[in-house]
């Protein structure tokens, strides 16, 4: 498998240049990695700018999770790169990478499950670690948003390839700051036989210091605001597409998805949970 890899960058030139040489140093092809740009100033664009969003609405209010990753996804189609790959790897800014992060490990976890269409390494800090052997995976209906890698295919299977990047081109960019998203997504893919997990054989960390910190220079708001808005945004995202009063009803509909999917793929049934 060939994996790209997608960074996401909102004035923080520095840090994404190291993220960039991490990815080199664990073996990823350096045509392979693109940076997305979210408004930054000139002076914080990295050098491996693949595309630079410049609208009011992003120079003021950025991309995030959602848009971001559209929009590279969309540019990578619309130049014509996007069927050289057969997965992409899609990294905030803040991702701190393990050495086992590389594209030969993902090629092998990809390759022993065939249904197996988005993949999240594991954080130190997560419960979900705990319902997981050494050196292995399982599949869950609900994945916290960080580092995923995604099969090309499952992508096909669930997107809407004429939509704007700002609309529901594969995420769906309405839902600005993403709460939720990440459940919609996976439960999209069990409703088309794409499994969405989470694996130990590969690990990743989170530089909170970058938004804690530094959000004045990023020119975003400060973190407590911004979680107040991330819930409350998501709730009403949920409550107009899906008419779902809270975050356990998009929850339940997650599950029920993952659920089916064991049904009509009981060979499976070693890596549910």
């Not at 809407?160 to 700051?177: C, H, I, K, M, V």
């Not at 088309?192 to 530089?207: L, Y």
Request: glycine share 6%; proline share 2%.
């Amino acid at each position: 498998m060939k994996f790209a890899v997608l960074i996401l960058n909102r004035n923080t030139k520095k840090v994404v240049d190291n993220l960039i040489a991490s990815f080199l140093n664990n073996g990823f092809g350096s045509e392979d990695i693109f940076v997305v740009d979210a408004g930054s100033r000139e002076s914080e664009i990295p050098s491996r700018l693949m595309i630079r969003a410049d609208d009011a609405y992003t120079l003021k209010h950025g991309l995030r999770f959602n848009r971001g990753f559209n929009l590279g996804l969309k540019t990578l189609l619309d130049n014509g790169l996007f069927f050289n790959y057969d997965g992409f790897v899609l990294a905030p800014n803040d991702v701190i990478l393990g050495r086992d992060f590389a594209p030969s490990r993902l090629e092998t976890i990809f390759a022993r499950h065939h249904r197996l269409g988005l993949l999240s390494p594991c954080h130190h800090d997560w419960g979900e670690r705990h319902f997981i052997a050494k050196n292995s995976l399982k599949y869950f209906w609900f994945i916290q948003t960080h580092a995923y890698v995604v099969r090309r295919s499952m992508i096909e299977s669930t997107w809407n390839p004429e939509a704007s990047a700002f609309d529901d081109f594969w995420l769906d960019g309405t839902n600005f700051r993403g709460f939720l998203g990440e459940t919609e997504i996976i439960a999209k893919g069990y409703a088309n036989d794409w499994a969405s997990a989470i694996t130990t054989e590969i690990f990743v960390g989170e530089n909170e210091l970058i938004l804690s910190a530094f959000y004045e220079y990023i020119d975003t708001e400060k973190p407590e605001f911004n979680d107040d808005l991330y819930v409350n945004e998501g709730l009403a995202w949920v409550r107009r597409k899906y008419g779902f009063s809270s975050r356990w009803r998009m929850n339940d509909y997650a599950k029920s998805m993952y659920e089916n999917f064991f049904r009509y793929n009981t060979e499976l049934g070693a890596w549910r949970l």
